[in-house]
């Protein structure tokens, strides 16, 4: 037992402590640790143990903790002496940046307490817990042996500098990090990925034209000095038919300036538009009615379907609110009382609404990525500020139906052209700088998690994996990067150019005629999140790919569609120029669905279209566009989904098909719970040996009663058929639900007990007969 009041520290000590901190400033090893340029050691304990997590092997791990102005790091007792040759790294593999870190926890004798910059603790901590912004829990134990002065020291350096985010307090961290002359140089001589498309020339626009096929489209440089919108990028993709003078009158016709404009082509000859909505009070001429149904229409002139994402679609408020939910029920809190009882756990995680979120996602990029199929057709995605669920929504389509945006450098070029080039508010949505709680909401986090259940279901499908995953989700909780610290293109070229600019309203956005390029940035050069070798070592960064089979080309198309002769078998009620509104699964053809269309030509559209887009529901159907499309299926030949790389992988959506994302939001849950010594760390947790006692007798199970075919395949399509029911386009796509429940072959038991574990695991359920994910955590078991 320690003593409750430790000896103070000596002076001599401190001095000598400082002294041998300041031989870091220039970088290199100190105590063991190898230092970036201009980092300092405030403080180190010596025989120190961490509580490794299941991703890591569990147990405890003895070592030395150390508290720099950057970072937290831990050194472990047998790892191999720091390499000066060795390339820079920002962040170790025991390491968290004290920026991540959200609040500080000590253990002591029978008592807890929270620790704050004005904490004066009265008694020698046992334990230390740090609570991370990326749902981590890091645990450190301290040993008999540590000296007290040491502990109570180290514990009071990291509460004071750690932080929390607040007006200011990212900028130095940011100059901790990366501000010393050394680093700076580093950085600026470190050359982009020249294989990944970065969206931000017009080069590398025509790339993303040229790889998609996407012919009858032009790269538009009319937003080059960003005086049309200041959140769309410098460079637009638009319709060859439209002129660039044309093109300037269609922006003060939509929100922002955000006019229709082209993201990806499918194979089969779709476009996919995104656009915000139309502005109020604006009055129409002919000739900008001519101009903005060519844009609107693309490269097809005989439907083109609206797709309302504000109706469906949960709001930046509502997935802040459920995020939040979800995190205070998954990493808990030892420094208070408050915790869930097993026996409902589950019904408070459907009560956070993350998973409903998550499934309303994926059905709404579900709808769009078989309207897209259907060829022939421009689809495009409406939202009333289009910097939001437009991203989730357009990048899940593609991730879908594009194989290549399921390899690593395609997802993340999908990222740069839907999110980073496109507009997303990543500043203002993860609120670094706490300035603005409102606009605050983890839409990317949300998109990430759909993706992930998309490679729950499909693994065999992507190139990336699990753990890229997890590290972009980590990664976005670093304000480290330029991918997360801008809300448009048009901010990060200002910061990248340390150039104020200047508006007038005849020549709009300059730069200064004589900018003083002798001045140098007083912000550190900032690095893109894509850099992965400055968080992680090759070893960790091979495990983001794995091995998938190779894609074959699309087919060639023919008049912008597989089958020429599909027009002579178009219903006669899909008039060409046809503009339709998909709205909760269902068809409909609203008055006002184009201002310019509701009210007489060329007059003002006052009251018309609505800002918010909370339409009423048309009662107008139209059976015309669902002939047209069943047509179109029905005109194609059959092909294997399993054969068809194109085919869009569409998830099921039932309850125990979307489980919740264990590796990233279980990775504190055990340490939040009760642990108190090493020694439980050699005995498994009792919910632990209860599944696995369930796990033998669902084998036993399976081996005395033989799996029946007929069953299974029974059961598959009741599975696909309640999961799809509420939307006829699913009926579209044949054979979607044998990809994602494959009938087991003869003589292996059916898989209905491995989907109905799913729900608890948050994994694909395992292929081998009867056999349930080993890795159970207790909130999972409950």
């Not at 147990?59 to 831990?74: E, K, M, N, P």
């Not at 903005?292 to 005989?302: A, M, P």
């Not at 990067?481 to 956005?509: D, I, K």
């Not at 005395?704 to 299974?712: G, K, L």
Request: with cysteine.
């Amino acid at each position: 037992m320690r003593d409750e009041e430790p000896d103070m520290p000596r002076a001599r000590k401190k001095e000598r402590m400082l002294n041998q901190s300041r031989m870091s400033a220039r970088g290199g090893d100190v105590f063991g640790l190898r230092c970036l340029p201009g980092e300092c050691v405030l403080q180190r304990a010596v025989m120190v143990r961490k509580k490794l997590t299941a991703r890591e092997g569990r147990g405890w791990l003895s070592g030395t903790l150390f508290c720099t102005q950057f970072r937290v790091a831990f050194v472990p007792q047998d790892a191999p002496k720091a390499d000066d040759n060795a390339e820079t790294i920002l962040l170790g593999d025991h390491d968290i940046a004290l920026a991540s870190i959200e609040k500080v926890v000590v253990v002591g004798p029978n008592r807890t307490k929270l620790v704050s910059p004005n904490t004066w603790l009265k008694f020698t901590p046992e334990e230390l817990v740090l609570y991370c912004r990326d749902l981590r829990v890091i645990c450190f134990l301290f040993d008999r042996l540590t000296p007290d002065a040491q502990v109570i020291e180290i514990t009071h350096t990291i509460a004071k500098t750690y932080q929390p985010l607040k007006p200011g307090a990212m900028l130095s961290f940011q100059n901790a990090a990366l501000g010393s002359v050394e680093m700076k140089q580093f950085l600026s001589n470190r050359r982009r990925d020249a294989h990944m498309n970065w969206h931000e020339t017009a080069a590398e626009w025509e790339r993303e034209l040229e790889r998609c096929s996407a012919t009858g489209w032009r790269v538009s440089s009319v937003n080059d000095r960003f005086e049309m919108s200041t959140s769309l990028p410098r460079f637009i993709v638009v319709p060859q038919k439209v002129l660039d003078t044309e093109l300037k009158k269609s922006f003060a016709h939509f929100n922002d300036g955000r006019i229709p404009r082209w993201c990806w082509r499918h194979p089969r000859g779709s476009d996919l538009l995104r656009m915000a909505s139309f502005q109020n009070n604006i009055y129409h001429e002919k000739d900008d009615i001519r101009h903005l149904e060519l844009i609107l229409f693309g490269c097809h002139s005989s439907v083109c379907v609206v797709v309302e994402l504000g109706e469906e679609l949960p709001s930046p408020a509502d997935i802040q609110l459920a995020h939040g939910r979800l995190r205070a029920l998954c990493l808990g809190d030892i420094s208070t009382s408050v915790t869930v009882p097993d026996d409902k756990w589950l019904s408070t995680l459907e009560a956070t609404r993350w998973l409903d979120y998550t499934r309303w996602c994926l059905k709404k990029a579900s709808e769009v990525a078989c309207l897209l199929r259907s060829g022939h057709m421009t689809v495009a995605l409406q939202e009333a500020e289009d910097r939001d669920m437009s991203c989730l929504v357009s990048s899940l389509v593609q991730v879908m139906c594009d194989p290549h945006c399921r390899s690593r450098l395609g997802f993340q070029s999908l990222v740069q052209k839907e999110w980073v080039a496109a507009g997303h508010r990543f500043y203002s949505r993860t609120n670094f700088h706490r300035e603005n709680d409102k606009e605050e909401a983890p839409v990317f986090l949300l998109f990430l998690d759909c993706v992930r259940q998309l490679w729950s279901q499909y693994p065999a499908r992507f190139q990336l994996t699990d753990d890229f995953l997890l590290a972009l989700h980590d990664s976005a909780h670093l304000p480290l990067f330029s991918t997360f610290l801008a809300n448009s293109q048009r901010e990060r070229c200002r910061r990248t150019q340390n150039v104020g600019q200047c508006y007038t309203p005849v020549s709009g956005w300059r730069e200064p005629l004589h900018p003083d390029s002798s001045l140098e940035s007083p912000d550190p050069p900032l690095p893109p999140v894509w850099d992965w070798s400055l968080q992680y070592c090759e070893q960790r960064q091979a495990a983001f790919t794995q091995p998938v089979a190779q894609t074959p080309a699309p087919a060639p198309l023919l008049n912008g569609n597989l089958n020429s002769q599909l027009d002579a078998r178009r219903p006669s009620d899909a008039i060409p120029g046809s503009v339709f509104l998909l709205s909760r699964g269902v068809f409909s053809c609203p008055v006002n669905l184009l201002p310019w269309r509701g009210g007489s030509a060329g007059g003002s559209i006052s009251g018309v279209y609505r800002k918010s887009h909370r339409r009423a529901p048309s009662c107008e159907s139209v059976p015309g566009l669902e002939r047209l499309l069943k047509a179109l299926s029905l005109a194609e030949t059959p092909v294997k989904p399993e054969l068809d790389p194109y085919e869009p992988l569409l998830p099921l959506l039932m309850g125990p098909c979307v489980g919740l994302w264990r590796e990233c939001y279980h990775r504190g849950a055990l340490h939040a719970q009760a642990f108190s010594h090493p020694l439980s760390a050699n005995h498994r947790h009792p919910l632990e040996l209860l599944a696995g006692e369930v796990r033998r007798l669902q084998e036993q199970l399976a081996q005395q009663h033989p799996a029946d075919d007929s069953r299974s395949a029974h059961d598959a399509n009741l599975n696909h058929n309640a999961n799809n029911s509420s939307s006829f386009l699913f009926s579209g796509s044949p054979g979607a639900a044998a990809i994602a429940t494959p009938a087991p072959a003869s003589g292996q038991a059916p898989k209905e007990n491995a989907n109905k574990h799913t729900f608890l695991s948050g994994h694909a359920s395992d292929t081998r007969p009867g056999r349930a994910n080993s890795k159970l955590t207790k909130s999972d078991a409950s």
